[in-house]
């Protein structure tokens, strides 16, 4: 492994994963539904692969359903204007989009801010793009990003903001004010900034998400992220894509021609029918989440654990103070699977700040019903 990636070995996903497989205990580590996305959009992805769509390389862009797709969604939820044949782009999941942006955007030694507690792909892909990661610690318990802090983060160097909202692993959802600032200083300091919003429609409780590129000055400096595995839950298709001006589609597009060139063919058109269905399923799949957060909130705290409550995305954050005094999290989520029989990730594995994350613990409540109370209830029994 070159020097660029020090420290970055296995991802805590994979770790945990394994550990679950192990110990045949319930995954609540990494983020995946255990219920697949729907029966309509499954079998258009059959539909696409028996009449020999997408089977052979795609066009480099995304097909075209696919674009044409993604920017009615943009409208329809947004009032968001794109071009599908050149400010679109189809990535092989959200992850592609983000390392081709940091290798497009970046030169060598250029500074990048982002909140941590970051996705762990973020401190990797600023790494191999030659970048120096700027970390802007967010704090319990509401994980509201300091704006002063972030002002004063800002150096000649500063070549981008990478934001996530909602927010993996606080479901921290930005507010109208805070997109508002941090567009003023992006204009002001002549910023570009990529926005992973992964986890758009996967909001609660009133929060609202908007993206950062609607508001005034942004429609050129902004490269937006997404992808088709939260929404529809499939996240084993590594469907994603770029929206953005032509300049930047442009950039990224040059980059990910040379990572995968395309991906996931037949799912694109898939995709594409998801995108389009009606927005009952969009309002429904944000009810039950919210559901789901509300029952494993509850077995947490009922289990002793101090629960941060996510306004969006399909994590609870955690701390173990109380409940493991002396304990770190790693430590802690290493050992929960034999004592516990339940898996869960580490926080402070996303942090480069040396204690803000050291006792917190993600749980994911994208699971069914009993399975979210069998967790709790196994929880409770061990502590
Ligand atoms: N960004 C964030 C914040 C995520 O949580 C994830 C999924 N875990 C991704 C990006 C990656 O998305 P994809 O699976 O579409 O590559
Ligand atoms: N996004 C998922 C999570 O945060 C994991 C994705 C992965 O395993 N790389 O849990």
């Given at each position: 492994l070159n020097r660029r990636l020090e420290g970055l070995g296995t991802t805590i996903f994979a770790e945990m994963s394994a550990l679950a497989l192990a110990t045949g205990a319930i995954n609540l580590g990494q983020g995946f539904p255990d219920t697949d996305g729907p029966e309509a959009v499954r079998e258009a992805a059959v539909r696409a692969l028996r009449d020999g769509r997408g089977n052979q390389y795609p066009p480099g862009p995304g097909v075209p359903e696919l674009r044409h797709a993604i920017t009615a969604h943009q409208q329809r939820f947004y009032g968001l204007d794109f071009d599908p044949d050149t400010e679109v782009l189809v990535t092989a999941g959200a992850t592609e989009a983000i390392a081709a942006a940091m290798l497009a955007l970046l030169e060598p030694g250029d500074e990048v801010i982002a909140f941590e507690p970051f996705y762990d792909s973020y401190a990797a892909c600023v790494a191999m793009a030659g970048g120096v990661r700027v970390p802007l610690t967010l704090h319990a318990p509401d994980f509201r990003p300091d704006l002063d802090a972030l002002r004063a983060a800002v150096t000649p160097r500063t070549r981008l903001l990478l934001l996530n909202s909602p927010h993996n692993p606080t479901g921290m959802v930005l507010t109208a004010a805070e997109l508002a600032a941090i567009a003023e200083l992006a204009v002001e300091r002549d910023l570009l900034v990529v926005t992973d919003e992964v986890y758009e429609h996967l909001v609660f409780d009133g929060a609202a998400h908007t993206p950062l590129i609607s508001l005034p000055g942004m429609r050129d400096r902004t490269v937006s992220i997404s992808s088709a595995g939260k929404t529809f839950s499939f996240t084993g298709w590594k469907v994603g894509w770029v929206t953005g001006s032509p300049e930047l589609v442009a950039a990224v597009r040059t980059t990910k021609q040379f990572l995968t060139y395309v991906a996931s063919g037949p799912f694109q058109?898939?995709?594409?029918?998801?995108?389009?269905?009606?927005?009952?399923?969009?309002?429904?799949?944000?009810?039950?989440?919210r559901e789901k957060r509300d029952l494993l909130a509850a077995g947490l705290r009922a289990a002793g654990f101090q629960v941060y409550e996510p306004q969006g995305t399909y994590f609870i954050t955690t701390d173990i103070a109380a409940l493991a005094p002396g304990k770190d999290a790693l430590t802690f989520c290493r050992t929960l699977p034999e004592r516990a029989g339940v898996v869960a990730v580490p926080n402070s594995v996303f942090y480069d700040h040396p204690t803000a994350g050291r006792t917190q613990v993600r749980f994911a409540f994208c699971k069914k019903p009993d399975v979210l109370q069998e967790a709790a209830n196994r929880l409770r029994r061990s502590t």
């Open positions: 058109y898939a995709v594409a029918e998801a995108l389009a269905l009606p927005d009952s399923y969009y309002a429904h799949f944000a009810t039950d989440l």
